[in-house]
Every structure is written in structure tokens, then in C-alpha cells.
């Protein structure tokens, strides 16, 4: 069996990130594990980067403060941004017309963000890929291997105990960091539990993504590139926030066995007539259900059921009469349907038959605020796609370093609620790094 230092779950943003930073801090016999043959997690998507201390992670959860983010952040920038075809979309300096729309935007009760954003785009994530791998110089890639169990044989010895090729193979190591991202959570949760790794369900984030003729918002996206607007609802009082905004891009489907989310991406230089966002609802749970997981799902699975096994769609046009969409007017010129053609595979239907009312309420009247502040969001052709659900709901309670109640088991990223983007998944990466270092 073969020995490592430290052994790294997932070989996203979090997982590559806390590599550099442990060779960086001099350790070695490091290795990143991935059940994909390709080394990459959600790097290969979009790659749409926002480099701004309330966007994409919490700095709460991880115990830093804003100036420690903004340090960690312009680390994090200096290695994207020396990949070539990482451009920079979002210009913060200078921009006069950002005043504006912090002034508009508050004229309807909603808070604007913009922060500084770089895009690299779907088409160019395996070579941003293959850079960040050829930083890594001791780091060894035990890829096309699913890691399935870990056990605890003492103090700072762990075993792994994976498939690969369908044989089964195990490795040992001091400190293990657990970063498997979203795709990975619920295998995470299970393990973690088996082992006594306490956690706690955070917030899910339920919602739809707006499809429409790019022409609508290309008067913000012109300014910036992913806009954050954020709305506290006057009827229940909720958050809900845009989110992923696409200008140019197509909406994708993403696929979890018994029921499928809707995404968005772009693409550096193909360019689609329609830009995409998404517009989300946080919602918590506490008593007698706190399993934000499992309420989450539930809503997915409804969608799955109504949609006949596809994401549903609406047009805005059909929404606002209260009557479902259907193949036979769905791009029906005389009701303006034609000025957006979907991008996206679903089932034309009726959101609000699978969507919690107050959620739904939710969207709605923030979606009625934004056409206010971004007037022709709303026409007829404007597409609705449900369900978007962010789930980033199993928290590990952590200490600074986020080292798990566990000791020599850290975790990192988006499928242990550290992050919630690959800027947010990378520092919490390099926390954890400077954890282990410290304990190796
Ligand atoms: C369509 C789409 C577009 C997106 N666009 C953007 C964007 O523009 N900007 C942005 O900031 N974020 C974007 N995101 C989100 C972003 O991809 C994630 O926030 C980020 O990748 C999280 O990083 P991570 O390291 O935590 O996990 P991941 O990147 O998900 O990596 C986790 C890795 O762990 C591996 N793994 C899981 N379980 C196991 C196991 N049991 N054994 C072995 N390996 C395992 C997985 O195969 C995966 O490679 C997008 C996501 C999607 C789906």
C-alpha cells in the first residue's frame, strides 16, 4: 500500500489549489485523487471568476476576515490570470456607470454588487486545466479512481480505500483534505458520518434561470459581465439573488440520475443571441425538517416527474396568464415568441405546478423589481427554467484551520459548504493547506 504525506479527495479548484500551496509550503508525497480521468471538477465549466469578498463563500464560515480575503483573492488572481485566454470582463476602477446602477437598483429596494470579474469560458478549460496541473511538480494524480470508504487507524493515519478499474485499491495517509465538491457531497455526508465527522444542514438556494433575447440586458452586461443583484421580498421577507449570468451563453442541463438542474455557461468566442442568469431563493430549514438535502431533492424529483424526465419551460408570456407552455405555440410569432429561441433541453409546462408557493412568490416579485431596473426582461419571448437548485447545504463545523472535529481530516470547497465558486473553493483550498502544513 502505498504511503502519502497528505492525501487530497477531488481535484476541483479546491483540491488543486491546496496542492500548490502545500508544495509551495515545501511538503511532499501529495496526492490528488479523482474518480474522473480528466483532473478537473467544475474548472472545465464556464470559468466565469468574481473576485470579491461577498461573492461566492462566506467569510464567516471561513474564519477570515475581508482584508485576509482580499490578500487571499489577489493570490488566487495571480495564477488564473496568468493563463492567457483568462480575460478580464468586469472593469471595477473607473467604471462611472456602476454609481448608477447601485442608485437604480436601490430606487427598488435591491442591492447591486459588482465586482471585478475574469472569464476564461468552457472552450478553454482543458488548457487552464493542463496549466494549473504543470504548476504542480510532487504531486502525484490518482485519477479514474472513486474513492468509496475511509477509515481511521489511529492519530494521523488514514486509509482510503477506493475502486479503480473496478479492482479495489487503498492508499495511507497523515492528514487527508475532503474536497469533493458538489457531485461528491452525499457520498462525503455518508462517509463522514460512518466516521463520527460531525455536521450541521445549511441553507439550499431554490430557483429558476431566465433565458431571453440578449439585446434585453446587454445594457447591464455591457457594464458588468455577471451582475448581482440582491432583493429582501416585501411579502415574505426572503433573500433571493441573481446569479451565473451568461450574456451570450446557453442553458445546460445537468443530470443526477433521478432528476435533472438546470446551469448556464458561456464560451469565449461563440456567442449565442441570448444571455442567461439565474435567479435563486435561499431557503433554511430548522424544526420539525432541517434536511435541506432532502426537501431539495424532493422539489427537483417533482420537476423530473412533471417535466416527463426533463427540466420544465415557460415563457413569460404564458407565466403572466397563468397558463402552461406547449410544443404547439411555444415559438408562436403572433405571441412575440420568437424573439428568444431556447437554448436548452426541457419540457414546455407550468413552473408554478411544481414550485413551493412561496418561493415562487419569491421570484416573482424580484423578478417584477428587475424589469423595473432593467426594463423588457419581462417580454413575452423571456424564458423560465426550473428547477435551479444550488445545493451547498451539509456544513462541517470547522476550526480556523478547517480541520473537522477529526484531527488530520480537513475539508474544503462547495460539497462541504466552504464555498460556493471556484474563487471561494480555491481559498478555502489554500486555508486548509496552511491547516495541514501546519500539522504535517
Ligand atoms: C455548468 C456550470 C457552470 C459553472 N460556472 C461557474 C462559473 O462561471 N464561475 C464559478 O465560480 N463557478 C461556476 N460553477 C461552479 C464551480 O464549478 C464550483 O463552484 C467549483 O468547481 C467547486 O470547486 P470544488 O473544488 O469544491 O469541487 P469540484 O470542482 O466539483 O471538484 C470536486 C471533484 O471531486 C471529485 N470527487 C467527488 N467525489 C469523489 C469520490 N468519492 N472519489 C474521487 N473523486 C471524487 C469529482 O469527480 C470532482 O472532480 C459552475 C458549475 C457548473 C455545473
Redesign the pocket.
Known amino acids: 500500500m502505498k504511503n502519502y504525506n497528505v492525501l487530497i ?7 488543486l489549489f491546496s496542492a500548490i500551496e502545500l508544495e509551495k509550503l515545501g511538503l511532499d508525497k501529495i496526492a490528488i ?4 480521468p480528466y ?5 472545465l ?6 473576485f470579491d469578498y461577498r461573492v ?1 463563500f462566506d467569510i464567516d464560515e471561513l474564519q477570515i476576515d475581508r482584508a485576509r480575503a482580499e490578500k487571499m483573492m489577489q493570490e488566487i488572481k495571480k495564477v488564473l490570470t496568468r493563463f492567457p485566454r483568462c480575460k478580464q470582463v468586469t472593469f471595477i476602477n473607473g467604471n462611472g456607470k456602476l454609481a448608477a446602477l447601485v442608485a437604480m437598483a436601490s430606487e427598488h429596494g435591491a442591492q447591486f454588487i459588482a465586482p471585478e470579474q475574469w472569464h476564461w469560458g468552457t472552450d478553454n478549460g482543458k488548457a487552464l486545466v493542463d496549466y494549473l496541473r504543470g504548476i504542480l511538480k510532487k504531486t502525484d494524480f490518482l485519477l479514474g ?4 470508504a475511509l477509515e481511521c487507524r489511529g492519530v494521523n493515519d488514514f486509509r482510503l480505500n477506493c475502486l479503480k478499474s473496478g479492482k479495489k485499491t487503498s492508499y495511507r495517509t497523515r492528514a487527508l483534505l475532503a ?6 457531497a452525499y ?2 455526508r455518508d462517509a463522514a458520518r460512518a466516521m463520527n465527522i460531525h455536521h450541521n444542514f445549511g441553507p439550499i438556494d431554490v430557483g429558476i434561470r431566465l433565458e431571453l433575447n440578449r439585446k434585453f440586458y446587454d445594457a447591464i452586461t455591457d457594464i458588468v459581465y455577471d451582475p448581482k443583484f440582491i432583493f429582501k421580498t416585501s411579502r415574505h421577507g426572503d433573500k433571493v439573488r441573481t446569479f ?1 449570468t451568461n450574456p451570450g451563453g446557453r442553458v ?1 442541463v ?1 443530470n443526477y440520475g433521478d432528476f435533472k438542474l438546470i ?3 458561456a464560451f469565449s468566442g461563440r456567442k449565442t443571441p441570448n444571455t442567461n442568469f439565474a435567479l435563486i431563493n435561499t431557503v433554511a430549514l430548522t424544526k420539525p425538517l432541517s434536511d435541506t438535502t432532502e426537501f431539495g431533492q424532493r422539489i427537483a424529483k417533482q420537476f423530473y416527474l412533471l417535466g416527463g424526465g426533463k427540466p420544465i419551460m415557460q415563457r413569460v408570456g404564458d407565466f403572466r396568464e397563468g397558463r402552461r407552455s406547449s410544443e404547439a405555440t411555444f415559438n408562436s410569432a403572433t405571441r412575440h415568441f420568437e424573439v428568444c429561441k431556447a437554448t436548452g433541453s426541457a419540457t414546455p409546462g407550468d413552473i408554478s405546478l411544481a414550485m413551493p408557493a412561496r418561493i415562487m412568490d419569491n421570484l416573482w416579485e424580484s423578478l417584477k423589481k428587475l424589469d423595473k431596473i432593467v426594463p423588457g426582461i419581462l417580454h413575452p419571448s423571456t424564458l423560465i427554467y426550473a428547477p435551479e437548485i444550488k445545493f451547498f447545504d451539509t456544513q462541517y463545523p470547522t476550526d480556523c484551520n478547517l480541520e473537522t472535529n477529526i484531527k488530520g481530516i480537513f475539508v ?4 462541504a459548504g466552504k ?7 480555491a481559498i478555502s ?1 489554500i486555508i486548509a493547506a496552511r491547516g495541514i502544513a501546519r500539522r504535517c
Not at 45 to 50: I, Q
Not at 179 to 184: F, I, K, L, N
Not at 412 to 415: L, P, R, Y
Open positions: 479527495i477531488g481535484s476541483g479548484p479546491a483540491g485523487v479523482d474518480r474522473n483532473p478537473a471538477g467544475g474548472l465549466n464556464d470559468g466565469k471568476l468574481n461566492g479512481t472513486e474513492v468509496s474536497a469533493p465538491g458538489r457531485s461528491g457520498w462525503f451565473c445546460r445537468e446551469n448556464g455557461d474544503a470547497g462547495d460539497g464555498s460556493r465558486g471556484i474563487v471561494g473553493a483550498g
